[in-house]
């Protein structure tokens, strides 16, 4: 506890388009109105009506002393953002007024193992220019360590509170060599008010992101079909339609790799067309009531053949539960990585305050946990997988996929690594 706002202050400290001016006495109100209806949201919502036995009205004033304290409204976010971490809770978070600056920061990573990775770099990016690679080991980010337990508090420093015009790197390529970077990011300014053509040009882009997060799969024969999720967004008959394709193959292997979540709907209509009967994923445990969760299964269309499901560190919350049903019925083989045991049930609030300007912000409150039929939840334990298969440091800078290779091959079918890798990358677009 109590690690995120030095870590939010020190991911502002670096950023030039953010205001780290002293607060205007507007300004603090406008912390204190967040504040006040940020935890009130949580007070009336929050799934636990104990709060995990939290004194929240006496942290609620704790918080509001510090605001007043505060030098900057970066430290005035943190604080509030502070707060709701005491819930220690993977989907109760502030979602703070916009920032009309993005960041492009030229690279990904993700956790493999215990260990951060960089899985992505941008050509012509100033990661690239600056000697960053796939495969390079990512020891710290600012200063922090690069782990298991601190990626999501990182992540959601660096790409949601504080976009960052730089930031410092410590990183170990793969040859052992040590790496003191730092890099810059591309920074672009968007529109600080909404007009007919913003809103247009974000319709166009929520199509294609919603494009991006539909189901794919690849058929290799009546041997094996791959069904890649990104997101659990589809629903009934899209769903059946996918795995009416399934039926005709021996194998299926679901991948839920690097998949957040999405709709508990969703999940319901994916494990239905895996069972021939009626299965209970666990109980809905919320503020006021505790309901069975029970899958509908498909008696007459079910997939019946062999199921293999990838998991990774950033498979969370819907695909985390889809994968635990798989496993504790036995229904199949669940391999990869170890995931990330965020797994509840959040529901999003959106204020708007002030007059010229109006400021808009919210905050995910979580509203249910689902405890699994062995009676425990996997938030902060995830699931354990039948198999443990990683990529190595070598694979990620050579761009190979061992991992969805290796469970083809279980199918009886060949896949080489680089093949693997290539499988669902979109296709470059033609002019």
Known sequence: MGKLLPLLVA???????AQATQLSRRDRELAETMLSNISSDVH?????????GLDWDALVRETKQNIDKAPDEATAVGEIEALLERLNDSHTSFIPP????TANYGWEFKIIGNRGFVTEVSPGSDAESKGMRPGDELLTINGFAVDRAGVPMLKKALYGFFQSKSVDLELRNPTGKLLHLTVASEVKRGPEFETSWNL???????????DREKAKYKEFGPELMILRVPAFL????DVDALFRRARNHRTLIVDLRGTPGGRIDSVHDYLGDIFDHDVKIGDSVKRDKVAPMIVKGSRRGAFSGDLIVLVDSETASAGEIFARVVQVQERGTILGDHSSGRTMESRLFIHITGG????????????????????????HIGVAPDRMSLPSADDLAAGRDPVLAYAAGLAGVTLSAEDAARLFQPATPTE
């Open 356 to 379: 010229n300007p109006v400021y808009t912000y919210g905050d995910s409150v979580t509203v249910a946990d689902t405890v699994m039929t062995d009676g425990k939840s996997l938030e």
């Open 234 to 237: 589809q629903t009934d008959l």
């Open 11 to 17: 991911m502002i400290a670096l950023t030039s388009f």
């Open 98 to 101: 916009g920032n009309v600056y």
């Open 44 to 52: 009336k919502y929050y799934f636990d009506a104990k709060l995990h």
């Open 200 to 210: 247009n040009q974000q319709r166009i882009a929520n199509q294609k992101a919603w």
